[in-house]
């Protein structure tokens, strides 16, 4: 197994014009695999934040096929990464509903793990509304891969909110986390849940956000990051599009259960 890994997360600031939001991904993904990046992570709604919810569902693919994930698949294979692809609206078995899925591509081109974002996400204020399951269906599987350089466990943004999520996922080494989160939201929460997520799991954090004003008129926080096992944060950048990138030695997991067994340690309860 290999240790020490180059591993990136993408910042954008995505619009409602698919093709343009396709080609700075693109760019992005490049711009990180030039620095040596052989995990990357783009962002939750890469491909689209649109001002109408149901725009989503105009541009969704069948799981496997479509030029949003023959992009993917391409790049992924140009550069010789796993390349984490965001989030992608996929058809559903509900006509007017997507999944909001995280989509693995391999280094070889071809997709390693899927997961549907299980946790859909609801906010109701004077001044926004949003409920996902509008034009979503959530996902039911708990989704984790055992890749070259360690285990790792997938997670969406509102998914975020809800430990018991990942402590049934086992001892991980890296928790993914492509995100839009809304500017309150996110100023209020991101990185305390990204942080305590590392200190509850003892693993490393890759954070990819949406982070600045779209076109759509919705504001996001930002804040893509690498967090240490230890909470710490290794790289941040707060807003506007970018690349998050650090080398991580995977082995510091488990220096840090041996001094801090936690994740050994921990029960799961299924009431209290």
């Not at 086992?170 to 995100?179: F, V």
Request: proline share 5%.
């Amino acid at each position: 197994m290999t240790n020490s890994v180059t591993i990136a997360a993408i910042q954008m600031v995505s619009t409602q014009d698919l093709q343009q939001n396709l080609a700075k991904a693109k760019q992005l993904i490049k711009k990180a695999a030039l620095q040596g990046a052989q995990f990357i992570l783009l962002p939750e709604y890469f491909c689209l934040i649109h001002q109408d919810p149901n725009a989503k569902l105009t541009i969704a693919e069948s799981f496997g096929q479509g030029p949003i994930q023959s992009m993917l698949s391409k790049i992924a294979c140009e550069y010789k990464i796993w390349l984490a692809a965001g989030t992608i609206p996929l058809k559903s078995h509900e006509p007017n509903k997507v999944t909001n899925s995280l989509l693995l591509y391999a280094p070889d081109g071809s997709i390693h793990t899927r997961y549907d974002k299980v946790h859909l996400f609801s906010i109701q204020t004077p001044t926004m509304q949003i409920n996902e399951g509008d034009t979503m269906v959530g996902g039911h599987n708990i989704v984790t891969a055992d890749l070259p350089f360690g285990r790792v466990g997938f997670a969406i943004c509102y998914d975020v909110r809800f430990p018991a999520f990942f402590a049934a996922m086992g001892e991980l080494d890296l928790i993914l986390m492509p995100a839009a989160f809304t500017y309150p939201t996110g100023q209020a929460h991101w990185e305390l849940l990204l942080r305590a997520r590392a200190i509850d799991n003892q693993c490393f954090v890759l954070a990819a956000a949406q982070g600045g004003m779209h076109q759509s008129g919705r504001q996001t926080w930002g804040h893509s990051m690498i967090i240490d096992p230890w909470a710490s944060i290794i790289d941040c950048l707060n807003e506007g599009e970018g690349v998050v990138i650090s080398t991580v030695d995977f082995s510091q997991v488990q220096k840090i259960r041996q001094i801090l067994p936690v994740t050994r340690d921990r029960h799961l309860l299924d009431s209290l």
